[in-house]
């Protein structure tokens, strides 16, 4: 089983860009989707999540605004589109997936975990 995150890289502040996540999780369609992002010398913190049938989310109050969350369950794959980048924002983002029914807001709800992208917004 893997999550593959993608589109991380440099940009400027005020900047935007788009992380995708690829899963192979048989059961995707019906997960809990997440992403996560840990600054360097910093704890992870959640930044969104999103539930099976994308009619809820939840974002971080630092973000809110400024990302969403989205997802294509015919695609397997996760999205999370990144606005008005802050140099704040730097950090590795982590594309995560829980079962069904799990709240999401804890990492402890999470049983699968992408490698990580980097993303660095310069100021």
């Known amino acids: 089983v893997q999550l593959q995150a993608s589109g991380g890289g440099l940009v400027q502040a005020g900047g935007s860009l788009r992380l995708s996540c690829a899963s192979s999780?048989?059961?995707?369609?019906?997960?809990?989707m997440g992403w996560f992002r840990q600054a360097q010398g910093k704890g992870r913190e959640l930044v969104a999540t999103?539930?099976?049938?994308?009619?809820?989310?939840y974002y971080a109050n630092s973000v809110k605004g400024r990302f969403t969350i989205s997802r294509d369950n015919t695609k397997n794959t996760v999205y999370l589109q990144m606005n008005s980048l802050k140099p704040e924002d730097t950090a590795v983002y982590y594309c995560?997936?829980?079962?069904?029914?799990?709240?999401?807001?804890?990492?402890?709800?999470?049983?699968?975990w992408g490698q990580g992208t980097l993303v660095t917004v310069s100021s």
């Open positions: 995560t997936s829980a079962p069904r029914g799990r709240p999401g807001i804890n990492p402890y709800d999470y049983n699968y």
């Open positions: 999780v048989p059961t995707f369609s019906t997960s809990r």
């Open positions: 999103i539930n099976w049938s994308a009619d809820s989310t």
